[in-house]
């Protein structure tokens, strides 16, 4: 199983705690860092950055660090003003191209939407 999880564009309640529960699935076979794939994320608000938060603690119980790959300006700037910025690393979008619709395959795996794998079905 793969340790990266996707955030789309933004997240409500049932998102993040969907979110959560994939993360608990991860983390319970984790055994390198979790990574988390912010390029699609729009909406940075209070809840997005306490749930962030949550993972970083979840993961470090376990022993494991979080990625955020390619987290955007907003969401740089919330994890700043909140005082956790420096419980990720983070990998900033101008070390990897970041993917478009066209590009890249869809976000969503036909077992947990959550996770990037090989059976991906398309939006639509």
Do not use: Y
């Amino acid at each position: 199983m793969a340790n990266r999880l996707v955030l789309p564009g933004s997240l409500d309640f049932t998102d993040r705690a969907e979110f959560m529960a994939a993360l608990a699935d991860v983390l319970a076979h984790a055994t390198s860092p979790i990574e988390i794939d912010c390029s699609a994320l729009e909406v940075v608000d209070g809840p997005i950055i306490g749930m962030l938060a949550v993972v970083t603690r979840s993961a470090q119980r376990r022993g494991l660090g979080v990625v955020l790959l390619h987290p955007t300006p907003a969401l740089f700037d919330g994890l700043t003003r909140a005082n956790v910025i420096d419980r990720f690393n983070t990998r900033p979008r101008h070390s990897v191209k970041r993917a478009t619709r066209e590009t890249a395959p869809a976000l969503h795996v036909a077992r947990d939407k959550w996770h990037r794998g090989p059976q991906t079905l398309r939006a639509g």
